[in-house]
């Protein structure tokens, strides 16, 4: 058991001065005390936040960003960076997969992400062949977040076409297949692996409604039900306006419809992205109670779209973030976008916000946090008895925050910072970053770079 002091702290219910903060041996908040006497405990240098969840990660390919971003016919589109993102990933070893994840926990814990939801799809060898291990890959990603320090909510993916209808898959694709037998294999090796390891958290990830059909979708999700009736269930949809089409083609329904028409939604579920919604589907879906994950420096790099978000949250949806493709690997930038792309869209200024929370920067954090902790299922995202010590203490000496008071403080942060605004991280109760540094810094980035090296060449 120890403490730690804050001068300001983010409370659910606001700010609030000198707190403290009791941390037990499990790594949980065990009490919350404001307007705290000075007494013994660790005095933090900054205002303190709770950690961001990461609701969307497909680790891997933070080794190629910035790797896809050349053309010369102005047709290039989601379609096309996802063949480079195929010949990308046929190459990589348990070892590399490894290193990349590493390097990225890294990189998300140092700009204040405590948890990330891994949206886990490569499953296979080379050929297309089972590892020994069934879980060889997904264990190395474990392996990742506990060597780093992050929460993990891993979500290994089903999945077994490549389009409406059962469309066989394509040759790029066979490191990703699984049927409902050998899914069901991987996800209780994974379940042993995860018991006990409150670090840990299973769930399950159709990848999108293209790539499962409706049948095994439901066997799987049947069967993962019988096992652990609470797991998170995410899944890609209505990213790109050819797959709305190709969904209409297939079953005369546009993608959200038709799970919102067929699928039990609910606050166990996150669909990532919901970028093409009808007026309808935003309010059914808002009333599910599921989570949207967005991801929008992703949506942007990709040419996906623009979220209906105004309309979403004013009829009471949950929303939270992801990096994705890791194109950014920046909470702060994430938030920023999501307003920005609703002010470009809207032409006007300041929408994502409310009566209760006028600040958009507190706003946007508050739902992030609450969306992101729903879609991840694990007790984070507050700064409260009975959860995660996860906490990020900001650098009050950053220019962007300089002069602000509590009111002004996430607007600083979240539309004039950057990550030299994160000073130290806490996750679980354990610092890992102190300083804008993280413990094991230089010895994953070598590790990191030697890898790209073999890739690259």
């Known amino acids: 058991m120890f403490s730690v002091l804050a001068p300001y702290a983010l409370l659910p219910d606001g700010w609030a001065p000198q707190v403290r903060l009791e941390i037990d041996d499990k790594g949980l908040i065990s009490a919350v005390t404001s307007n705290a006497q000075t007494g013994e405990g660790e005095r933090l240098a900054g205002s303190v936040l709770p950690g961001m969840p990461n609701l969307h990660s497909h680790s891997f390919q933070r080794a190629m960003a910035g790797l896809t971003e050349r053309g010369a016919t102005g047709e290039d589109s989601f379609w096309t960076w996802r063949q480079l993102m195929y010949d990308f990933v046929d190459r990589l070893t348990p070892e590399q997969l490894e290193a990349i994840a590493a390097q990225l926990y890294v990189e998300l814990l140092k700009a204040g992400y405590t948890a990330v939801g891994e949206f886990h799809y490569l499953h296979h060898d080379p050929t297309g062949a089972a590892y020994a291990q069934r879980s060889e890959l997904a264990s190395r990603v474990i392996g990742a977040a506990q060597t780093t320090g992050i929460g993990l909510t891993l979500l290994p993916v089903l999945y077994s076409y490549s389009g409406f209808g059962g469309i066989d898959p394509a040759p790029k694709q066979r490191r990703f297949l699984n049927d409902a037998e050998s899914f069901l294999s991987l996800w209780d090796e994974l ?56 969904c209409i083609a297939w079953s005369g329904l546009r993608p959200v419809e038709w799970l919102l028409n067929h699928m039990p939604l609910s606050p166990r579920w996150c669909l990532v992205h919901a970028t093409h919604m009808s007026p309808d589907e935003t309010a059914r879906l808002a009333a599910s109670g599921a989570v949207v994950g967005l991801c929008p420096t992703t949506e942007a790099n990709l040419g996906d779209g623009l979220f209906p978000a105004v309309d979403f949250l004013r009829q009471g949806g949950q929303i939270g973030i992801g990096s994705d493709s890791h194109i950014s690997v920046n909470p702060i930038e994430e938030l920023r976008w999501l307003e920005y792309g609703q002010r470009l869209l809207h032409q006007r200024r300041n929408l994502l916000c409310s009566a209760e929370i006028p600040s958009v920067g507190e706003f946007l954090y508050r739902r992030a946090l609450a969306g992101g902790t729903q879609a991840l299922q694990r007790p984070i995202g507050k700064l409260a008895p009975g959860c995660r010590a996860d906490l990020v203490v900001l650098n009050s000496e950053h220019p962007a925050l300089l002069g602000r008071d509590q009111t002004q403080l996430l607007d600083g942060l979240i539309f004039s910072g950057d990550n030299r605004c994160v000073r130290d991280v806490m996750v679980g109760g354990r610092w890992v970053v102190q300083g804008g540094r993280h413990v094991l810094e230089e010895p994953i980035q070598a590790c990191y770079g030697a890898v790209l090296a073999e890739l690259l060449s």
């Open 191 to 246: 379940a042993k692996t995860c018991a006990d390891d409150p670090q840990l958290r299973l769930g399950v990830a159709p990848h999108s409604l293209r790539a499962v059909a409706p049948e095994l979708l439901q066997e799987v999700l049947a069967a993962i039900d019988s096992r652990d009736a609470k797991a998170p269930i995410h899944i890609h949809v209505a990213e790109q306006m050819q797959e709305v089409n190709d």
